[in-house]
C-alpha cells in the first residue's frame, strides 16, 4: 500500500498543451490566482479519481484518462511564472488551431423490489470545502476494501461492500507560507503547522511524498491532543499506510478524536465496534457513536444509523426511527439514503405508503448513478407505481441500472427485449441480457436463459446447457425451473443429462461466491 498515494500527482508529462485547454480542463475562467488553480485541481482530481469507478471498466478508463488531462493542465499552468498571477490566457490562432475537436412469453411478474437497506455506510465524511475534495482523492484509495458491489438484499445485517474513505477534514494551508516557514512552526511544536506539515508530505508538496514522515508529524499534533491529527493518524493506522497496520492503535485514536466531539471520529468508532475490528463487536457500542455523530449532521452517521434500525442491530427495530434518520442522510444528498428512504415510501415502512414519494427519492438516487435507484425507478415506470406507465423510460433506466451489473435490471431488460416492451424485439438482445444476469446467480434469468438454449431463441439450441440453467435456478428455489427441468430430463439423453450436471457443478461455486 506504499504505492497508494498516487505519484502521478507530481509527475506531468510534456505534453504540448496550452494555457487555454489547460483552463477549460480544469474548469477556470481567467484571471486565476494561485489559489483559485489548486483549489480546482482538487476538486477536478476528487471528481475523477479512478477509484472512484472501480467497479466499471469503462469509466475508471476515461477517469484515468481525465486525470492525466488534469494533471497535466496543472502542471501548464503552475508553470506561468509566479509575477505574471493573476494572468489571462493566451487566445492565439495558434492556440486555437491545437485545440482538438470535440469527441464526437407470458408477461414476466414484476422483478422483486428491494427490502433491506444495504450496503451500510463504510467511514466517509463529506464537507462542503475544498478540503473533503483534497482528503477524497488521498484516502479513497488508501481505506479500506471498495467496491462497488450491488446490494445484497440477502444479507441477515448488510456489511460495507463497498469501498470508501474515512475523512477527516484539515486547518486550510497557511496562506502563502512556504515549507521552510510550516516547517519551522511545526518544529517549534505548533499542532496546526505540524498537521499542514504532514499533509504536505502525505501529497509530496514541495517536499518529498513519505507516508512515515506524514506520520510522524501527525503523531506529534494528536499527542498534543489534536482531534484533526488524532483521526488521521487513526486513518494510517487502519490503512497501514506509512505506518504498520495496527486497528487496536487506529481504535485508539479514534477514541481520543471521538471523546473531544469530533463527529467522523466518532462515526469511524461506531464502524470499529460495528465490525469488531480493533474492539470487540458490540452493535449497542456501535449504535451510541452512530448517534453521537449522527445528531452532529454527519449523513454517514445518519444512514449507517438508520440501518441499525432498519434491521434491529445494536436498538430494537423500528422502522419509522429508521426512515427518520434516512430522510435527514438524504436531504444531505446522500444517495444510498435517497434508494432506502425511496424504498420506505414504496412498502410503507416507517412512513406512509406513498409510490409518487417513493420515486421522487429513487430519481434524485438515480441521477447520482446508484445502480439499484435506477433499477427501482424503472420497475415504476414499466408497472406505472407513482408515474404512468412509460415502457421507454423503464427501459432507460433499466438499461442505466444494468450498465452497473445490477442483476434484476439485466433480467428486466432482457423481458423487455424479449416481448418488445420499450425497445424492437430481439431474441438475441434478450438472451445477452439474461446471460449476464445468469453468471451473477439471479435464479429468474437462469430460469429464462434455460429456455433460452431450449428454444433456440437468440442463442443455438443446446440441451445440456439448458438443463444447466433450469438445475441452477431451481436450486435457487426457483418453482418455475424445477418444473421445467423435470420436464426437460425425460427427454434428455444419459450424456445430456450428465453434462448438463457437470456443467451447473462446476457453477454452482460462483454462485455461492458471488452472493
Known amino acids: 500500500m506504499v504505492d497508494l498515494l498516487f505519484s502521478a500527482l507530481n509527475k506531468h508529462p510534456a505534453h504540448k498543451m496550452t494555457t487555454t485547454q489547460a483552463l477549460q480542463i480544469l474548469d477556470l475562467s481567467v484571471p486565476i490566482t494561485r489559489e483559485a488553480l489548486k483549489n480546482a485541481y482538487r476538486e477536478a482530481l476528487m471528481v475523477w479519481h479512478p477509484d472512484r469507478f472501480e467497479g466499471n471498466k469503462d469509466l475508471r478508463a476515461k477517469a484515468e484518462s481525465k486525470t492525466s488531462q488534469i ?10 511564472p509566479e509575477s505574471a498571477y493573476p494572468f489571462q490566457a493566451k487566445d492565439s490562432s495558434q492556440e486555437s488551431r491545437s485545440r482538438p475537436p470535440p469527441q464526437a412469453a407470458a408477461p414476466p411478474p414484476p422483478p422483486p423490489q428491494a427490502t433491506t437497506p444495504a450496503p451500510e455506510r463504510r467511514p466517509k465524511e463529506g464537507t462542503s470545502i475544498w478540503w473533503a475534495a483534497i482528503v477524497a482523492v488521498v484516502i479513497c484509495y488508501i481505506l479500506f476494501v471498495l467496491l462497488p458491489g450491488q446490494t445484497n438484499s440477502k444479507a441477515v445485517h448488510p456489511v460495507a461492500d463497498t469501498p470508501s474513505a474515512a475523512f477527516a477534514p484539515l486547518p486550510e494551508l497557511a496562506a502563502n507560507a512556504s515549507i521552510v516557514e510550516i516547517r519551522s512552526r511545526a518544529e517549534q511544536g505548533d499542532a496546526e503547522a505540524q498537521i499542514d506539515l504532514g499533509f504536505h508530505y502525505l501529497l509530496g508538496i514541495d517536499v518529498p511524498e513519505d507516508l512515515a514522515e506524514a506520520v510522524k508529524w501527525y503523531g506529534k499534533a494528536a499527542e498534543q491532543g489534536h482531534p484533526e491529527a488524532q483521526i488521521r493518524l487513526g486513518i494510517h493506522y487502519s490503512s497501514g499506510s506509512g505506518v504498520s497496520k495496527d486497528e487496536v492503535e487506529a481504535v485508539k485514536w479514534y477514541r481520543k478524536a471521538a471523546e473531544q466531539g469530533h463527529a467522523t471520529a466518532q462515526f469511524n468508532l461506531g464502524y470499529r465496534y460495528r465490525k469488531g475490528e480493533g474492539v470487540p463487536q458490540d452493535e449497542v457500542e456501535a449504535v451510541k457513536w452512530y448517534r453521537k455523530a449522527a445528531e452532529q449532521g454527519h449523513a454517514d452517521a445518519q444512514l449507517n444509523l438508520g440501518i441499525q434500525y432498519a434491521v434491529g442491530a445494536g436498538v430494537p427495530k423500528d422502522d419509522a426511527e429508521a426512515a427518520i434518520w434516512f430522510h435527514k442522510a438524504a436531504e444531505q444528498g446522500d444517495a444510498d439514503a435517497q434508494l432506502f428512504l425511496g424504498i420506505a415510501y414504496a412498502k410503507g415502512k416507517g412512513v406512509p405508503k406513498d ?53 434484476k435490471a439485466q433480467c428486466a431488460l432482457g423481458w423487455c427485449y424479449r416481448d418488445g416492451n420499450g425497445v424492437p424485439k430481439s431474441e438475441v438482445e434478450a438472451a445477452k441480457c439474461f446471460l449476464d444476469a445468469a453468471v451473477q446467480g439471479y435464479a429468474p434469468a437462469q430460469f429464462e436463459l434455460g429456455l433460452c438454449f431450449y428454444n433456440a431463441r437468440g442463442v443455438p439450441k443446446d440441451e445440456a446447457q439448458a438443463y444447466q440453467w433450469l438445475l441452477l435456478s431451481a436450486a435457487q428455489g426457483e418453482d418455475k425451473a424445477k418444473e421445467a427441468y423435470q420436464s426437460l430430463e425425460i427427454l434428455l439423453t444419459p450424456e445430456q443429462r450428465a453434462e448438463g450436471q457437470r456443467l451447473a457443478r462446476e457453477f454452482m461455486p460462483k454462485i455461492i461466491d458471488g452472493n
Do not use: C, M, T
Open 71 to 80: 494533471n497535466e493542465a496543472y502542471a501548464v499552468l503552475k508553470a506561468v
Open 355 to 407: 409510490d409518487s414519494e417513493a420515486v421522487s427519492w429513487y430519481r434524485k438516487a438515480a441521477d447520482q448513478n446508484i445502480g439499484k435507484a435506477q433499477f427501482e425507478l424503472g420497475y415504476s415506470y414499466a408497472y406505472g407505481r407513482g408515474v404512468p406507465v412509460d415502457e421507454a423510460e423503464a427501459v432507460k433506466w433499466y438499461r442505466k441500472a444494468a450498465d452497473q451489473r445490477d442483476k
